[in-house]
């Protein structure tokens, strides 16, 4: 089945040490996302890619980096994470305009 | 700054009840909009979509879109307890910035 995936499903590491968050998808979708989701808030809207076009949000701290290296697969680099990342991160694919499919998420925690 | 504003509830219907979901945002220039379910701990799945104003049904599911007044609605008829669950507004703009509303935490009661 055509899907999105995302790995790990749980992600453990330690304050300041790098973490790269990994998603793919066999939907062949041109848009693809990486949202941050804290417990019993909106998931906040950290980049996205129209093909190979970035759109950063303008309030993305830094610290996190996305490549694209094609169109099947997306990365969520986090240089320094620190406790406030702690976070599901939710990778998501759309043709434009159109509906969200979203994997099962990554949980981060930060210790 | 674009926003998508819920009401966070939680709201609470009986079994069998109507549940009405209300969501406004703020980007004139948004092009289509979405109703998510999420669980605690999963991802949101979708429940509705709708591109053009007036109302759309799905089964027990409405959608009800007015962008004169930037306002997305969303009826449940014959709520169940598996309706229970944080419903989430999401605004696309013609940027693909899919946006989404805190949401609004829904409890069926039997």
């Known amino acids: 089945d055509a899907m999105v995936i995302q790995n790990p499903r749980y992600q453990v590491t330690q304050f300041g040490k790098p973490v790269t968050l990994s998603c793919s998808q066999t939907?062949?979708?041109?848009?693809m996302y990486w949202y941050q989701q804290k417990s019993s808030q909106a998931p906040k809207l950290l980049f996205h890619y129209y093909d190979k076009d970035f759109n950063n949000e303008a309030d993305t701290p830094d610290n996190f980096q996305s490549r694209r290296p094609n169109t099947s697969f997306c990365f969520l680099d986090i240089r320094s994470p620190g406790l406030g990342d702690a976070a599901m991160y939710l990778c998501?694919?759309?043709?434009?305009?159109?509906?969200?499919?979203f994997g099962s998420g990554t949980q981060l925690s930060v210790l | 700054q674009k926003e998508v504003e819920q009401n966070s509830g939680p709201l609470s219907v009986p079994e069998g009840a109507i549940a009405s979901l209300n969501c406004t945002y703020s980007?004139?220039?948004?092009?289509?909009f979405f109703w998510y379910r999420q669980y605690s701990g999963k991802s949101p799945e979708l429940i509705m979509f709708i591109y053009s104003n007036g109302d759309k049904e799905d089964g027990r599911f409405t959608a009800q879109l007015n962008k004169a007044s930037q306002y997305v609605s969303l009826l449940i008829r014959d709520s169940q307890p598996s309706d229970s669950a944080t419903y989430l507004c999401?605004?696309?703009?013609?940027?693909?910035?899919?946006?989404f509303g805190a949401g609004t935490r829904l409890t069926v009661k039997p």
């Open positions: 999401a605004v696309n703009s013609d940027n693909n910035d899919m946006r």
């Open positions: 939907l062949n979708h041109n848009v």
């Open positions: 980007d004139r220039g948004s092009q289509s």
């Open positions: 998501a694919t759309s043709l434009r305009w159109e509906k969200l499919f």
